[in-house]
Nanobody, 116 residues
């Protein structure tokens, strides 16, 4: 069983930065990939970035060059550094760890609002 808890969301001005953190429980957290997704009201949840157990990363096009995902396996945490934020980045961000179709874990989400 894995539990994921996000933190770090909030209100930021356009062009500003935020760092989201995902704290995972369980001994297997460091073994499997962890991803950040986001979901705006009325839209499908979309992938933002994913980090694998070896530290390799994947970013969706809108996140490339602005966002950076990292993990600290010793602390069971995954962070998402978000820079040059835009109003369209406003939404709820979720941490996810997919282990299998029956073991697909989500956090509760953290709200990010980019507004002047």
């Amino acid at each position: 069983q894995v539990q994921l808890v996000e933190s770090g969301g909030g209100l930021v001005q356009p062009g500003g930065s935020l760092t989201l953190s995902c704290a995972g429980s369980g001994s297997i957290f460091s073994i499997y990939p962890v991803a950040w997704y986001r979901q705006a009201p009325g839209k499908q949840r979309e992938l933002v970035a994913r980090i694998f157990s070896d530290g390799s990363t994947y970013y969706e096009d809108f996140a490339k060059g602005r966002f950076a995902i990292s993990r600290d396996n010793a602390k069971n945490t995954v962070s998402l550094q978000m820079n040059s934020l835009k109003p369209e980045d406003t939404t709820v961000y979720y941490c996810n760890q997919f282990i299998s179709t029956v073991n697909n874990y989500w956090g509760q989400g953290t709200q990010v609002t980019v507004s002047s």
